[in-house]
């Protein structure tokens, strides 16, 4: 009968045939050092192959669907916004295509499918020492996800999550209102960030792009959703706060969060918080990304704070929008070429790169590093910022026979703090001519405005509100049988206004204004209702 050998007996068998084979082919004086060297090959060699088998590995399944239910305004970035995550993980954090599965556009039965082969494989290739990421982008509420007309309920990702044979689960929920999934049993609050540490760290982790009541949003400029780009830009690098080459899950949350509290402040769907909920336990850190590890490398060495745009040249799309926090940063992204903008006080400063196959370009040098101090000084309120806009504008008339006039509108905007609130003011005058109808005339119009209010800054765009006053005259010519009349009327208007910042200096201003004139008549004044519009190019001075 064949016996089997224990370890012990096979790895003295394999000594003693390569301690022969040594004696055979070496000679004597060399004899012992052989047989040391065999005797460390075969006990270190099964050492080393078990530590590699050891080694965790990482899986992920991304999902992106755009349509929801039926009422519902079909996201435009979702399935993008999946495609993004994927991109980043394999790229940066270590997660291999052979064990990410994507699945976009896709119901609730066909996700429900793809959960149960997801298990079925874990079940059959995973082991205790890995970890797992379930990324979910999607239209959300009442506690389900919202896929093609059908709903899944948050709780089903959750039991998955809690199911999956893995050390460490992380849920990545970028939903309205997805909050929810933060509040289910066996899940930690976490209000303040985190700090964590987890070679050996093992449990659950679920993360949502919203609170339990509020909407997460999507953003043209980024072509994406707010939480979805900045976590995808936290982990290529931007987030890593340590400088070591490495972004961890602290890291990624406390960058991801704070940029899209900051995002959201001005925008119309409201704020929108990221929660974090978690059941963790070990010690050690858990690495997200390696950004030190992607083939191309996009250095930021410029010590001072700024804000800072990515785009690819060929595509111009925006591949990141950071603010960048003090010393420099390191981005991993595709090799290629690409355009780079430090926004300014008078614009923005641009530098094209081209960033190698495998390695590293740097950008700084004392005109960013100049343009990055200035920017600083000017958030902070140090000094003020004047910008000239001219343009057409059309007006609401005050007589009958005009019901509209046109004219061309000239503006100095001045943004800069007067006082708690106010950081915006601005002198405007009007220019504007028209020809009545019923009773032919001519009228010519003056007119003069002070402003102020505040303003907030979203990228290359600034929404600004004011409360103005001023004065209006009007000339009136070519009246059959009379003489030329005039007046000088008191008005008060609201203004909103949106600026987009097009190149260093240039920017594109529309403004609407509403309110009010105390006109003249026959029988006294009276209040009459005004209404303007104007585009204007703007040059900052």
């Not at 992920?60 to 993980?89: C, S």
């Amino acid at each position: 009968m064949r016996r089997a050998l224990g370890p012990g007996v096979r790895v003295c068998a394999a000594v003693g045939r390569l301690q022969r084979t040594a004696e055979e082919r070496t000679p004597r004086r060399w004899g012992l050092g052989a047989q040391v060297f065999a005797v460390l090959l075969a006990v270190l060699g099964p050492l080393r192959a078990a530590a590699v088998e050891e080694a965790p590995r990482r899986w992920a399944l991304v999902v992106g669907e755009n349509q929801g239910l039926a009422g519902e305004e079909r996201l435009r970035f979702a399935e993008a916004d999946a495609q993004r995550m994927r991109e980043v993980l394999q790229e940066v954090g270590t997660v291999s295509p052979e064990r990410t599965m994507t699945l976009l556009g896709a119901d609730a039965a066909t996700l429900r499918e793809a959960l149960k082969g997801f298990r079925a494989r874990l079940a059959a290739e995973a082991s205790s020492r890995d970890w797992l990421l379930l990324y979910v982008s999607s239209h959300a509420g009442d506690g389900s996800l919202h896929l093609r007309g059908t709903e899944l309920p948050m709780r089903e990702l959750v039991d998955f999550l809690k199911g999956a044979p893995v050390g460490v689960g992380l849920l990545i929920l970028d939903s309205c209102r997805s909050g929810g999934a933060t509040r289910l049993k066996g899940l930690k609050p976490v209000i303040a960030p985190v700090t964590m540490e987890a070679s050996d760290l093992e449990g659950r982790v679920v993360i949502s792009a919203s609170g339990a009541d509020e909407y997460a949003q999507e953003s043209d400029a980024l072509q994406g959703s707010f939480f979805t780009h900045h976590l995808a830009v936290g982990l290529r690098g931007a987030a890593d706060a340590s400088r070591d080459g490495r972004v961890t899950l602290e890291e990624a949350y406390r960058y991801a969060y704070a940029r899209t509290l900051e995002s959201t402040l001005v925008s119309p769907g409201g704020v929108q918080r990221p929660t974090f909920r978690m059941d963790l336990r070990g010690r050690g850190e858990l690495v997200l990304s390696e950004p030190q590890q992607a083939r191309g490398r996009l250095t930021l060495d410029v010590k001072t704070p700024g804000r800072w745009l990515v785009v690819a040249s060929e595509s111009g799309s925006l591949v990141a929008e950071l603010e960048k926090g003090e010393g420099p940063t390191t981005l991993a992204v595709a090799p290629g070429a690409y355009r780079l903008l430090l926004r300014a006080d008078e614009g923005y400063l641009e530098r094209s790169v081209m960033v190698p196959l495998n390695g590293t370009v740097t950008v700084g040098g004392a005109t960013f590093e100049e343009a990055a101090r200035l920017r600083l000084a000017r958030k902070g309120g140090a000094g003020a910022s004047l910008l000239l806009a001219v343009g057409p504008s059309l007006t609401s008339g005050i007589v009958a026979g005009l019901s509209s006039i046109a004219g061309l509108d000239v503006r100095l905007v001045r943004e800069g703090r007067l006082f708690s609130g106010v950081d915006t003011s601005s002198l405007g005058l009007g220019v504007r001519r028209g020809t009545g109808s019923g009773v032919t005339f001519q009228q010519t119009e003056l007119e003069l405005r002070l402003g102020a209010g505040p303003h907030w800054k979203q990228g290359a765009w600034t929404f600004s509100g004011a409360m103005e006053a001023g004065a209006l005259a009007v000339f009136q010519s070519r009246i059959p049988e009379e003489e030329a009349r005039f007046g000088l009327e008191p008005l008060a208007l609201v203004t909103g206004s949106v600026r987009l910042d097009v190149r260093s200096r240039l920017s594109m201003l529309l403004s609407a204004s509403a309110g009010g004139v105390m006109a003249k008549r026959d029988s006294g004044t009276a209040l009459v209702p005004r209404a303007s519009a104007s585009l204007m190019v703007g040059y900052a001075l």
